[in-house]
């Protein structure tokens, strides 16, 4: 895989951008036009700091601008390939548009979300959830909504007393998202970059509502991205593009 040829054809046609201090660039994970409008949005915004909601604070804690210059060793570093997540390529060309970034990890560890099975959302965040209000019940209203959209994302094959946790693993992962960008702002100065899926984007219930509690001075901007034919992403987003779509197998298909 050449690596650097990726990045070379991606970084181009930088979409200005107001200053802003944080902006959240959602995306469909698994979608190559949605990570080549990211590192369009980096290139333009030339963040301080980038979060990804792929990476923990240990994984993003190796990154370096050295590093950064080596992508087979940037991926082997951050044990891309074990991680389920889409193939490096896709996301590389996002660590190059600006390798000197600093680079912080919004992802929940594995053995932190296998605790939600039997602890509070609010005890396995630690100390300070109250703080970004984990430690309150969601409106009903939400927690409806939140609900059906967990089981309809697991092809409605979920036991229905799984689904609270499920939602609280959202939660959980909003607010590590909004925690690691308090951090990146306070060691950087920002502007902050945060990578992440378009669920933990949103502006009505994701991770900026949760930063807007915790750092309530701070300007967000949020971006949405869509598929062509498929349509927007549910959500409030300062703006929504659209890309190709991409062709998928049936995630329903094991469950038929």
């Not at 701070?218 to 991205?225: A, M, R």
């Amino acid at each position: 895989m050449n690596y650097a040829l990726i990045a070379a054809a991606m970084l181009v046609c930088p979409v200005p951008l107001s200053a802003q201090d944080v902006i959240f660039l959602g995306e469909t994970h698994d979608n190559p036009g949605h990570h080549k409008r990211q590192t369009e949005r980096v290139i333009a915004a030339k963040p301080r700091a980038l979060v990804f909601e792929m990476l923990t604070s240990d994984q993003a804690s190796l990154v370096t601008p050295d590093l950064v210059g080596n992508a087979d060793q940037l991926e082997q570093a951050l044990g891309w390939e074990s991680s389920g997540w889409p193939d490096f390529s896709m996301y590389y060309p996002i660590f190059a548009a600006e390798p000197d970034a600093q680079v912080f990890g919004g992802a929940v560890p594995r053995e932190d979300a296998r605790r939600l099975m039997s602890e509070p959302v609010q005890d396995v965040f630690g100390g300070d959830a109250a703080q970004f209000g984990l430690d309150q019940p969601l409106p009903d209203t939400q927690q409806t909504k939140r609900e059906a959209m967990q089981m309809a994302a697991h092809c409605d094959a979920l036991p229905e007393n799984m689904l609270p946790m499920m939602v609280n693993m959202q939660r959980l992962r909003d607010a590590a998202l909004a925690r690691a960008v308090v951090q990146a702002f306070e060691e950087t100065g920002g502007p902050v970059a945060v990578i992440t899926g378009n669920g933990h984007a949103r502006k009505d219930w994701g991770a900026p509502v949760i930063l807007d509690r915790v750092a309530p001075n701070l300007d967000i901007y949020s971006l949405g991205q869509g598929e062509e034919g498929v349509g927007p992403p549910d959500g409030v987003f300062d703006e929504i593009t659209f890309s190709p779509s991409v062709k998928r197998d049936d995630p329903c298909a094991a469950f038929k």
